[in-house]
Every structure is written in C-alpha cells, then in structure tokens.
C-alpha cells in the first residue's frame, strides 16, 4: 500500500506501544486488571465497589436517578392515596413532583459518587526544565480589534503571558479580525487598528530578541468575508473560525490570515495549541503543566484510522478555569455565576460526575 496509506497505522501502533511500554498503564491505567491477575490482589471492599461501579456506570447512575425520583415522589403521595383520587388532585402533585424530585435524586446520586470514588489527577510530565522543540506550543487568543487603548491591552497581556511561562518553545499569536461592517472592507482589510497591532507586535519581538528563553510573538489577522443571510461583512465563524483558520494554517491546507506579523516560521513547528479569551490570564508554570499532560503516553490520543475518532487519551483538555475577585466584582451577574473567588482553585478540584 502507498505510505500515505500505512501511516496512520504506524502512527496508531507507535502510540499503543507508547502506552503499553509505560508502568503507569499498569498502576493507574487498564493495565490494572493485568497487574492484579499476575500478583494474586485481593482488593479491599471499598475496591470492589468502585470496580463494580465503574463497569456499569451507566445503569448505576441512570437508574440511581429513575429509582430515587420514583422513591421520593412515592414517599410524599402515599400518605395521600386514601384521601385524594388517583387520577385527580394526585396526578397532578405528580407532575409537580417530578422536577423537583428528579433534581434531589441527581444530587443524592452525585453526592453518593463522589464520596466513594476520589479524583483521578492525569498523569503529566515534568517539564519544569523546558518545553521539548517536538512539542511546541502556540499560545493563540482570538480576538477582535475594536479600538486603539483595546489593542494596546491585548499586546500588553500578551507579553505578560510570556514573562509568566517563559520558554523557547513557546509562542504567543494574536488572531484577530475586525467588527461586522455593512460596506466591503478594504484589500486584505487592512485598517489603522491591523498597522498598529503589527507595529506593536514587531516591537515586542524585537525587545526579546536575543534572550534565548523567551519564544516569539506573532499576529495573524483574517479579513471579513460576506455573509449574506446577515448582510455583513464580518469574520467567518468568529472565534471558532479563527481556530479552525488556524489549524488549516498549520497543516498546510489553507491561509486565511493575509496579514501577518512575527516570524511565521515557528508555525512550521507547533505541536500543541493553548487556547485563552482575550481577559483570561495564564498564571506562571500553567502552560508547561498542560503541555506535560498532553504529551504524557498515558494522555496522547489514539486515533482510529477507519473512524477517525480517538478511542483512547485525549484530542482535547480543559483546565479548570477560577475567577479572580476583580473579575467576579464587575457585575451582579459575574458575581452570582463565579462562586467563591479568592480560594487556591487547585486544592479545591471536583470532578463532573456524569
């Protein structure tokens, strides 16, 4: 077969073994089961429950909430049944019943599971001394170009991510476009804002230049396309376009950024993206741990070449995100939706028990 062909399955196979080859599948991972057989384990109860539990998830957690609701509704209508009809007044404390009962249940099963089972932290790699060149990591923040003081901030916060994760193999990118317009924009929609976002790109890149620890700093602006159902000329699929633009760019497949500052060719490079809004900070060593986890055997995605959908690891991680206390006192409504601010957000991790 041509290589093109077999090298998805070279790819797969070097994977599996990856994962096989690490003692960690044996200890935290379904290499657990194998481990267990050959020493003649004998877990403890709390053990088999969990065991018992995680093998069928599904009907525990499913029919834990159908038995409760029912169990809760049956409780409160019981008493009722000699005194009111059946197909009356009881049918109808049912229905209000239902929603309420349905909440208690989900939270008692929730509660119960997060009691018998603990948080599984991944696994990651230890890169305190340094992202690796062959995974190296953008840092890209989509964004939109509104005003003068705006783009300055963006620039700005841009450079404090990188004084906070500095490393050679790490590099910050701005994708930006500009806001919907109802005339059609100029060649390349190049504007006062894009000259001078690409002005104080270049001037962040030339004050590190020279200092080996820090990575480069680049712009990449799109221009607008017209959408006819709006009658706008604005980004394609805004924020999810840009990303998607993105990793066309970095595959080879297609350029939607015609105006672009830094130097390009670390693109040729980039394994990993980070991705932040424009008002999300990224606090010191953040990014040397999600790379760690990313590139651990245990995490990295295994892709199916038939389906193309990954079977094992992880395509995908997102980090808990904390609100800090400025951010939570701009609103009443930030201030209902960002819960206890102020607290090590780390030592307090919970997990979706879904």
Known sequence: PPRSTLFPYTTLFRSIYLRRAHVGYYLIDKGFDDLKAKIGYHPRLIDRVRDKLRRSSDDFYIGGIEVLTVFLIAAVLLPLIPNYSIFGGLSFAFLLLLIPATQGAVDLVNNTISSVFHPLPLPKIDLTDGIPADYTTMVAVPTLLLHEKQVRELVEELEIRCLANPD??????????????????????????????VRLINELNARYKGQKKFGRFLLLHRQRIFNARQGVWMGWERKRGKLLDLNNLLTGNFDAFPVKAGDTSVLRRVRYIITLDSDTQLPRGTAHAMVGAMIHPLNRA?????????????????????????????????????????????????????
Not at 169 to 197: G, I, K, M, Y
Not at 324 to 339: D, E, F, K, P, T
């Open 168 to 197: 050679p193999n790490l590099h910050f990118a701005l994708l930006s476009d500009l806001p919907d317009s109802v005339s059609r924009p100029r060649e390349n929609d190049t504007d006062p804002l894009v000259v001078l976002a």
């Open 302 to 354: 295994i892709i199916d070449p038939e389906r193309r959908i990954v079977t094992e690891g992880y395509g995908i991680l997102q980090p808990r995100v904390g609100v800090s206390v400025h951010s939570a006192s701009q609103s009443r409504m930030a201030n209902i939706y960002s819960g206890q601010t102020g607290f090590d957000i780390y030592t307090r991790a919970i997990s979706d028990v879904y």
